[in-house]
C-alpha cells in the first residue's frame, strides 16, 4: 500500500503570505492605488492573488496583465525572503522515512522551483505542478487527478494539505 500526500505550497509549508502581499502592495502603490495590508491579506486567503489582480484591474479599469507581470517581477525578487512553516523539512523528512511519496499542486508560479531550491526541499518531491504546468485552478480536480492517474495513486490512500477552504474543495473534488 503507497501513500501520498499532495501538498500546497503557501501558507501550507512555505510561510509566505507576508512576501505575497507585500508584493501586492508594492505592485498596487506603483499604480498609485493605497490597499490596506489586511484587505490584501484578507482577499488572497480567501480567494487567491489572481482574483485580487483581476479585483484591482477592475475596479481601477487597469490591465490585468500589467498588474499580473509586475507582481510576478516584485514578489520573484523576494523569494529569498520566504521560510518555511515552522518544521515543514523535519514533517517531509518523516513522512518520506515511512515511505510516503510527496507531490505538489500550487498556483504559485515560475518562483516555485527557485523558492523550493532556496530552501532545500525540492528533493523531497517527485512532481511538481505550478500555475505554468496547464491545469485548472483549484478547486477544479485536474492537477490532483492527473497525478492520481499518472502514478497510480490510491484514493484511499492519497492526501492533500492545504490552508485555504479552496485545498479542501480541491481534494474533495478529486474525491481524496
Known amino acids: 500500500m503507497r501513500k501520498a500526500v499532495i501538498w500546497d505550497l503557501d501558507g501550507t509549508l512555505l510561510d509566505s503570505y507576508h512576501v505575497i502581499v507585500e508584493s501586492l502592495q508594492l505592485t498596487m502603490e506603483e499604480q498609485g492605488i493605497a490597499i490596506a495590508y489586511d484587505e490584501i491579506w484578507q482577499h488572497t486567503i480567501i480567494h487567491s492573488v489572481s482574483s485580487f489582480l483581476k479585483q484591482m484591474a477592475e475596479d481601477f ?67 511538481i505542478l505550478t500555475s505554468q504546468s496547464g491545469f485548472a485552478r483549484k478547486p477544479a480536480p485536474d492537477a490532483i487527478t492527473y497525478l492520481m492517474d499518472k502514478y497510480r495513486l490510491e484514493r484511499e490512500h492519497t492526501y492533500y494539505v492545504g490552508d485555504r477552504s479552496l485545498d479542501m474543495q480541491c481534494a474533495k473534488n478529486a474525491g481524496i
Open 61 to 127: 479599469k487597469l490591465p490585468v496583465e500589467l498588474l499580473k507581470q509586475r507582481y510576478s517581477w516584485i514578489s520573484g525578487e523576494k523569494y529569498r525572503d520566504i521560510i518555511c512553516m515552522e518544521n515543514a523539512a523535519e514533517v517531509l523528512q518523516r513522512l518520506r522515512a515511512k515511505g510516503v511519496e510527496h507531490y505538489v499542486f500550487t498556483h504559485r508560479g515560475k518562483t516555485t522551483l527557485p523558492v523550493l531550491n532556496h530552501l532545500g526541499l525540492t528533493d523531497f518531491f517527485r512532481v
